[in-house]
């Protein structure tokens, strides 16, 4: 059971835009603006996307962008393209300094 | 460019077994990050299971492995290791290093090690 909650899938159309959702406490999402988010395509190692909420690295595309209120975390997708259909995972340090993860998120472009 | 090599895979029967897999680092600063291990369940999630700082060897273990994992370096080596020690079949996963760019946050990962545990 992971500790941060994700929903289990989203999708979208070519050129949409999506939001996936990322729920943990006052104890990690909530406390920190240390929530990142990591993709995954099958057989791979995850790529960092965001880090510290909002912070993208130079080698992500600027479609992918993040934003926090309160306990909940959220990475947005905007002009869908095939490629993006992936598992998309947020992460969060934690009061006791962890880090924990979201169980995943399986983006699928229509 | 920053690269984590990391061993093969290995078969483990349990009933006592452990395992150490180790992730061969370059084109960085060894000392200057952190190295975290993350498994990987088939078909599950990320499960962070801790880190270490190479340059004072302190580390950082979750909760539920605490007792059973070790992560080491070999600076000289520039090199990471992990040993997992009591294996059951919950254990069979896939293993990943990850440089810890920042705090909390990991911008290059080895390419995983398979562990399999099995009678």
């Known amino acids: 059971q992971s500790v941060l909650t994700q929903p289990a899938s989203v999708s979208g159309s070519p050129g949409q835009s999506i939001t996936i959702s990322c729920t943990g406490t006052g104890s990690d999402v909530g406390a920190y603006n240390s929530v990142s988010w990591y993709q995954q395509h099958p057989g791979k190692a995850p790529e960092l996307m965001i880090y510290d909420v909002t912070n993208r690295p130079s080698s992500v595309s600027g479609r992918f962008s993040g934003s926090k209120s309160g306990n909940t975390a959220s990475l947005a997708i905007s002009g869908l393209q095939a490629d993006d259909e992936a598992e998309y995972y947020c992460s969060s340090s934690t009061n006791i300094n962890t880090v924990v993860f979201g169980g995943g998120t399986k983006l699928t472009v229509l | 460019q920053v690269q984590l090599v990391q061993s093969g895979a290995e078969v483990k029967k349990p009933v006592g077994a452990s395992v150490t897999l180790s992730c061969k680092t370059s084109g960085y600063v060894f000392t200057n990050y952190r190295i975290a291990w993350v498994r990987q369940a088939r078909g599950q999630g990320l499960e962070w299971m801790g880190w270490?700082?190479?340059?004072?060897?302190?580390?950082k273990y979750v909760g539920s492995l605490q007792d059973r994992v070790s992560m080491t370096t070999d600076t000289s080596a520039r090199t990471a290791y992990m040993e997992l020690r009591s294996l059951t079949s919950d254990d069979t996963a896939r293993y990943y290093c990850?440089?810890?760019?920042?705090?909390?946050?990991?911008?290059?990962w080895g390419q995983g090690s398979l562990v399999t545990v099995s009678s």
């Open positions: 990850a440089r810890e760019w920042g705090l909390y946050y990991f911008d290059s």
């Open positions: 270490i700082s190479p340059d004072d060897r302190t580390t």
